[in-house]
């Protein structure tokens, strides 16, 4: 009776090995081809990679806008394609949140999910927050990064209370009663989904804003992704 050579061996062992190795990535929430999560980033507070300068286009990074009434982020450089960028502010740190709200606008870029653009809230550090994303054409995300990891809490789905469109304003606003793990998201004043995760109650907030590419649908330098956000609560920014 005939057994398995050596050689043979070695290739079952291998595709074990393999096997075991896809079934991980499958589980892990930070492998943005499995999961359409953006992992690339860049954070003013120090944290993550970034996307750097060059394509032939400019980039603006969290900037008072001229009109004086938002923060600006503006990008048509190729070097941020597949990027994600955020930015906390200290003066808006809860030790136990109640509320956070924002009013976002899209001013030109792609209008899909692969170009989300929204806030960060509970934020302790680079490595620990959540985020809420919308579409300008009319869909939203829920999603955490919690000890360096990116996971899903709402996938992508569309909402009539968001308003869709270029230079259309937004207001996003996430309450949280002060105890418990459940939050409320609101769309322009419209309850939209109750959702419930236990890693943190407090931080600081900010904005977020993901950069697609030129397979779905950028096109830079031509066209350029320019966000503007503007926070009321808990603290004004700008």
């Not at 061996?9 to 990535?25: N, P, T």
């Not at 190729?78 to 030790?95: E, K």
């Not at 869909?139 to 990116?150: A, E, H, L, P």
Request: charged share 10%.
């Amino acid at each position: 009776m005939g057994g398995i050579s050596p050689k043979g061996f070695r290739l079952v062992r291998l595709a074990a090995a393999f096997l075991v190795l896809l079934l991980a990535l499958w589980g892990c929430g930070d492998i943005s081809v499995l999961t359409n999560l953006k992992t690339a980033e860049s954070s003013n507070s120090g944290g993550g990679g970034g996307g750097g300068g060059g394509g032939g286009g400019s980039t603006i990074k969290w900037q008072t806008d001229s009109s004086g009434n938002y923060i600006q982020f503006y990008t048509s450089e190729t070097a941020n394609y597949d990027y994600a960028f955020f930015n906390p502010y200290a003066n808006t740190i809860q030790a136990t949140m109640t509320i956070v709200s924002a009013n976002v606008k899209k001013v030109s870029g792609v209008l899909t999910k692969d170009a989300g653009f929204g806030i960060i809230f509970c934020y302790s550090d680079s490595n620990d927050f959540y985020y809420v994303l919308i579409s300008a054409d009319g869909q939203y995300f829920i999603g955490r990064k919690v000890n360096s990891t990116y996971g899903t809490i709402q996938n992508w789905t569309s909402s009539t209370y968001i308003n869709t469109g270029l230079n259309i304003i937004n207001t996003i606003k996430v309450t949280y009663p002060g105890t418990g793990s459940t939050f409320s998201l609101y769309f322009n004043s419209s309850p939209v989904i109750f959702f419930t995760d236990a890693n943190f109650h407090g931080g600081e907030a900010g904005f977020r804003i993901e950069i697609a590419d030129a397979a779905t649908g950028e096109n830079f330098p031509t066209t350029a992704e320019d966000c503007r956000f503007q926070l009321t609560l808990p603290s004004p920014v700008p």
